[in-house]
């Protein structure tokens, strides 16, 4: 079992910034990828990024060249630098770790910008 807990979500205007943090726990050897989603009020949950177990990453389109993702696994961590902050990506955020078997969401971290 994997636990994930998410942090680092806030408000802030647009052209912000905000790095999000997901700790994760339990049998955490098995994680292999990493993922951030993010679902708005009234939207589905979307795919926001994702980085490999050997450090490779991938980005929605709308993030792409504002938000970089990164894993330090000694701390047991995922981040998720947000620059360039628009209103459309006002959502919580989610944490999602993949293990053989199965995935494991955190609880999700607000993050509200505004004009």
């Known amino acids: 079992q994997v636990w994930l807990l998410e942090s680092g979500g806030g408000s802030v205007e647009t052209g912000g910034s905000l790095r999000l943090s997901c700790v994760a726990s339990?049998?955490?050897?098995?994680?292999?990828?990493m993922t951030w989603y993010r679902q708005a009020p009234g939207k589905e949950r979307e795919f926001v990024s994702a980085i490999g177990n050997d450090g490779r990453s991938t980005y929605a389109d709308s993030v792409k060249g504002r938000f970089t993702i990164s894993r330090d696994n000694a701390k047991s961590t995922v981040y998720l630098k947000m620059n360039s902050l628009q209103i459309e990506d006002t959502a919580m955020y989610y944490c999602l770790g993949w293990c053989n078997g199965g995935t494991h969401w955190g609880q999700g971290t607000q993050v509200t910008v505004s004009s």
């Open positions: 339990g049998d955490i050897s098995c994680l292999y990828d």
